[in-house]
């Protein structure tokens, strides 16, 4: 199970900082992501990390703003998002993927920017 938290309201220009615990698996054996998917459109990558930190990726839209983190020891990964544009408006997601390709996702939190 993984359980998003984090979102909120926020102003353009402003930051928050997503969390997303897991339970019931192997948290570090797991290639762990955020997603997001904006009303209307389709879901997208948004950041990913290997296990134990290592190759972070970004997409473009939110590279160099948006750094993806995760604390295995914690089952925990992190999204720290630095500023914020309206067009990052969207239910952000976490999943994860083992080497098999099986995917479990999060219920989602919602992230809206507005002034």
């Known amino acids: 199970q993984l359980v998003e938290s984090g979102g909120g309201l926020v102003e353009p220009g402003g930051s928050l900082r997503l969390s997303c615990v897991g339970s019931?698996?192997?948290?570090?054996?797991?290639?762990m992501s955020w997603y997001r998917q904006a009303p209307g459109k389709e879901r997208e990558l948004v950041a990913s990390i290997g296990s134990g930190g290592n190759s972070p990726r970004y997409g473009d839209s939110v590279q160099g703003r948006f750094t993806i983190s995760r604390v295995d020891s914690k089952n925990a990964l992190y999204l720290q998002m630095n500023g914020l544009k309206r067009e990052d408006t969207a239910m952000y997601y976490c999943?994860?993927?083992?080497?098999?390709?099986?995917?479990?996702w999060g219920q989602g939190t919602e992230v809206t920017v507005s002034s």
């Open positions: 999943k994860a993927e083992d080497w098999l390709k099986n995917e479990y």
């Open positions: 019931g698996l192997a948290f570090g054996r797991y290639l």
